[in-house]
């Protein structure tokens, strides 16, 4: 089964760019099966899906964080980035990597089947 | 965008029982792409349910989903102690693929 596993600086000041990487194993994070996302949680609040890409670089991103995400795929380190920019305390939150399946036939993402365990990434001059 | 409300924020029972978790949506959710994710401190969440009653991997037959359209629900049968979590719920039948604010199911 797949493996997912988050990794990236702890502390990041406001204005600037928080960076996390998301190393998958157990499977090929080529795989035309699956898209690959990214969820946070603020402390003491839900959950917050800040968006997908698949392995050709195609994207999808909430619309509320759009304007300052980018992520990336790196098939050759079985690795997929977050970039967030602009940063706040309000983006101080645990941040996830999951895998989501994705069904060609109907051009569907559908639910999130693997989690990684989690890294909290605090927004703090 | 889907708001996803769950009720009852916090749910209070004892091992044995039986606990039922509400998950209302804003509007009608295609394809019966609902989820359902138990989550517990320091861990990574777990998919327990998807196409709105469909068991994933490995998830015991205690628990279950039904619902369609707005309205679904979560229903763990005979609490084991390890089922006190929080519950999340969550749509992808459409973008942003948005979650629940969860409940809390706690030992009374």
């Known amino acids: 089964q797949l493996q997912l596993q988050e990794s990236g600086p702890g502390l990041v000041k406001p204005s600037e760019t928080l960076s996390l990487t998301c190393t998958v194993s157990g499977g090929s994070i080529s795989s035309h099966s699956y898209f690959w996302a990214w969820i946070r949680q603020p402390p003491g609040k839900g959950l917050e899906w800040i968006g997908s890409?698949?392995?050709?670089?195609?994207?999808y991103y909430n619309p509320s964080l759009r304007s300052r995400v980018t992520t990336s795929v790196d098939t050759s380190r079985n690795q997929f980035s977050l970039k967030l920019s602009s940063v706040t305390a309000a983006d101080t939150a645990v941040y996830y990597c999951?895998?989501?399946?994705?069904?060609?036939?109907?051009?569907?993402?559908?639910?999130?089947?693997?989690w990684g365990q989690g890294t909290l990434v605090t927004v703090s001059s | 965008e889907t708001v996803l409300t769950q009720s009852p924020g916090t749910l209070s029972l004892s091992p044995g029982e039986r606990a039922t978790l509400s998950c209302r949506a804003s509007?009608?959710?295609?394809?019966?792409?609902l989820a359902w994710y138990q989550h517990k401190v320091g861990q990574a969440p777990r998919l327990l349910i998807y196409?709105?009653?469909t068991r994933a991997t490995g998830i015991p037959d205690r628990f279950s989903g039904s619902g369609s359209g707005t309205d679904f629900t979560l229903t763990i049968t005979r609490l084991e102690p390890e089922d006190f979590a929080v519950y999340y719920c969550q749509q992808y039948g459409s973008s942003p693929y948005s979650f629940g604010q969860g409940t809390k199911l706690e030992i009374k």
């Open positions: 509007q009608s959710v295609s394809s019966y792409y």
């Open positions: 999951a895998s989501q399946p994705y069904r060609r036939a109907a051009r569907s993402l559908l639910y999130l089947d693997y």
């Open positions: 890409i698949y392995y050709s670089g195609t994207t």
């Open positions: 196409g709105a009653s």
